[in-house]
Every structure is written in C-alpha cells, then in structure tokens.
Nanobody
Framework: QVHLVESGGGLVQAGGSLRLSCASSGSTFSINAMGWYRQAPGKQRRFVARITSDGSPNYADSVKGRFAISRDNAKNTVYLQMNSLKPEDTAVYYC???????WGQGTQVTVSS
C-alpha cells in the first residue's frame, strides 16, 4: 500500500506562483514514474504533468512553459512548481503513481482574477 499526501495548495492571484508537494510512503518511489492531475468543478480529472524515474518531464499543453515537475528521491517527494497562474488553473490537484490506482487526497488551488 502506498500513501500519497499532497500539500501546498491555496488561494493566489492571477500571475502568482505556488509549489505543490506530494510525499509518498512507497519504498519503491525512486523507480516509479509520478504524475500530477487536476480536476476542476464539474469536469473530469485531467493530466497536468508526469516525471519518469530518471527525471524526464512531460506536460499538458495548457501548462507547458508555466509549470515544472521535479522529484527528490531522497525525500520520496514529487513537486509541481506553478508559475504565471491563471484562473483556469483553479482545480483540485492530485498526485498519482503512474499506472497504478494510488492517488493522494488532493490539494485545492484557487486562482483569483
């Protein structure tokens, strides 16, 4: 069983920044690809970013150039640095061990205009 705990969400004005963290209890964290997803009210959960075990990132077009995913295997933590935030980035953000059913509880990000 893997437990994922997200943190770092909050309320920010448009143009601002936030850094989300996702701490994993998994003993195999360093070999897992990890992902961030988000779900806006009334919408489906959507892919935001992923990072492979060797640190290669991939982004949704909507966040490319504004968000950066990274990982610290020594801390079993994956991060999502979000810059130039827009109101349409408002959502609950979830982390996931890719290709598994392990999800965190989510952290709310609200961007005001």
């Amino acid at each position: 069983q893997v437990h994922l705990v997200e943190s770092g969400g909050g309320l920010v004005q448009a143009g601002g920044s936030l850094r989300l963290s996702c701490a994993s209890s998994g003993s195999t964290f360093s070999i897992n690809a990890m992902g961030w997803y988000r779900q806006a009210p009334g919408k489906q959960r959507r892919f935001v970013a992923r990072i492979t075990s060797d640190g290669s990132p991939n982004y949704a077009d909507s966040v490319k150039g504004r968000f950066a995913i990274s990982r610290d295997n020594a801390k079993n933590t994956v991060y999502l640095q979000m810059n130039s935030l827009k109101p349409e980035d408002t959502a609950v953000y979830y982390c996931n061990v890719l290709s598994t059913s392990y999800w965190g509880q989510g952290t709310q990000v609200t961007v005001s205009s």
